[in-house]
Protein backbone atom coordinates (compact mmCIF):
# COMPACT_ATOMS: atom_id res chain seq x y z
CA UNK A 1 0.00 0.00 0.00
CA UNK A 2 2.64 2.40 1.04
CA UNK A 3 4.07 1.26 -2.49
CA UNK A 4 1.14 2.95 -4.43
CA UNK A 5 0.95 6.27 -1.88
CA UNK A 6 4.36 7.13 -3.07
CA UNK A 7 4.51 5.77 -6.70
CA UNK A 8 5.44 8.76 -8.69
CA UNK A 9 3.41 7.20 -11.63
CA UNK A 10 0.35 7.61 -9.95
CA UNK A 11 0.04 11.40 -9.74
CA UNK A 12 0.13 10.59 -13.84
CA UNK A 13 -2.55 8.17 -13.85
CA UNK A 14 -4.65 10.53 -11.54
CA UNK A 15 -3.86 13.49 -14.04
CA UNK A 16 -4.85 11.46 -16.84
CA UNK A 17 -7.89 10.54 -14.70
CA UNK A 18 -8.82 14.06 -14.35
CA UNK A 19 -8.64 15.11 -17.95
CA UNK A 20 -10.57 12.19 -19.27
CA UNK A 21 -12.92 13.23 -17.22
CA UNK A 22 -12.87 16.83 -18.38
CA UNK A 23 -12.86 15.42 -21.97
CA UNK A 24 -15.97 13.18 -21.24
CA UNK A 25 -17.91 16.46 -19.49
CA UNK A 26 -16.98 18.27 -22.23
CA UNK A 27 -18.45 15.96 -24.73
CA UNK A 28 -21.46 15.12 -22.93
CA UNK A 29 -22.35 18.90 -22.78
CA UNK A 30 -21.44 19.09 -27.09
CA UNK A 31 -23.76 16.04 -27.28
CA UNK A 32 -26.55 17.77 -25.39
CA UNK A 33 -26.16 20.80 -27.37
CA UNK A 34 -26.01 18.78 -30.64
CA UNK A 35 -29.55 16.98 -29.74
CA UNK A 36 -31.07 20.45 -28.43
CA UNK A 37 -30.01 21.98 -31.97
CA UNK A 38 -31.02 19.16 -33.75
CA UNK A 39 -34.90 20.01 -31.87
CA UNK A 40 -34.53 23.16 -32.58
CA UNK A 41 -33.67 22.11 -36.14
CA UNK A 42 -37.33 20.33 -36.71
CA UNK A 43 -39.39 22.63 -35.06
CA UNK A 44 -37.56 25.23 -37.87
CA UNK A 45 -38.83 22.99 -40.23
CA UNK A 46 -42.41 22.71 -38.95
CA UNK A 47 -42.81 26.05 -39.07
CA UNK A 48 -41.09 26.03 -42.53
CA UNK A 49 -43.63 24.19 -43.70
CA UNK A 50 -46.71 25.80 -42.41
CA UNK A 51 -45.74 29.17 -43.18
CA UNK A 52 -44.75 27.82 -47.02
CA UNK A 53 -48.88 26.56 -46.95
CA UNK A 54 -50.10 29.77 -45.70
CA UNK A 55 -47.83 31.59 -48.40
CA UNK A 56 -49.73 29.30 -50.97
CA UNK A 57 -53.07 29.75 -49.17
CA UNK A 58 -52.45 33.31 -49.30
CA UNK A 59 -51.45 33.71 -52.90
CA UNK A 60 -54.91 31.13 -54.29
CA UNK A 61 -56.88 33.79 -51.95
CA UNK A 62 -54.93 37.30 -53.66
CA UNK A 63 -55.23 36.29 -57.11
CA UNK A 64 -59.11 35.44 -56.38
CA UNK A 65 -59.78 38.74 -55.03
CA UNK A 66 -57.93 40.40 -57.97
CA UNK A 67 -60.36 38.60 -60.43
CA UNK A 68 -63.40 39.46 -58.64
CA UNK A 69 -62.48 43.16 -58.39
CA UNK A 70 -61.47 43.13 -61.68
CA UNK A 71 -64.88 42.17 -62.60
CA UNK A 72 -66.71 44.49 -60.51
CA UNK A 73 -64.66 46.95 -62.33
CA UNK A 74 -65.67 45.58 -65.61
CA UNK A 75 -69.07 45.78 -64.56
CA UNK A 76 -69.10 48.98 -63.53
CA UNK A 77 -67.42 50.36 -66.77
CA UNK A 78 -70.25 48.39 -68.25
CA UNK A 79 -72.84 50.12 -66.62
CA UNK A 80 -71.64 53.43 -66.59
CA UNK A 81 -71.60 53.13 -70.55
CA UNK A 82 -74.69 52.32 -70.77
CA UNK A 83 -75.85 55.39 -68.62
CA UNK A 84 -73.93 57.41 -71.19
CA UNK A 85 -75.07 55.82 -73.88
CA UNK A 86 -78.63 56.14 -72.44
CA UNK A 87 -78.20 60.25 -71.78
CA UNK A 88 -76.50 60.52 -75.59
CA UNK A 89 -79.76 58.16 -76.82
CA UNK A 90 -81.84 60.90 -75.02
CA UNK A 91 -79.96 63.77 -76.03
CA UNK A 92 -80.18 62.74 -79.74
CA UNK A 93 -83.46 62.38 -79.27
CA UNK A 94 -84.82 65.47 -77.61
CA UNK A 95 -82.10 67.69 -80.16
CA UNK A 96 -84.36 65.74 -83.38
CA UNK A 97 -87.68 65.49 -81.66
CA UNK A 98 -90.26 63.26 -81.29
CA UNK A 99 -92.63 63.16 -84.20
Known amino acids: M???NSDPG???IDR???EISQVKGIMVENIERVLDR???LDLLVDKTDL???EAFAFRREATRARR???WKNV???FIMGGIVAAIIFLVVLLTVGIQ
Do not use: K, N
Open 2 to 4: TYF
Open 10 to 12: ADV
Open 16 to 18: VRG
Open 38 to 40: GER
Open 51 to 53: LQG
Open 68 to 70: VMW
Open 75 to 77: RMW
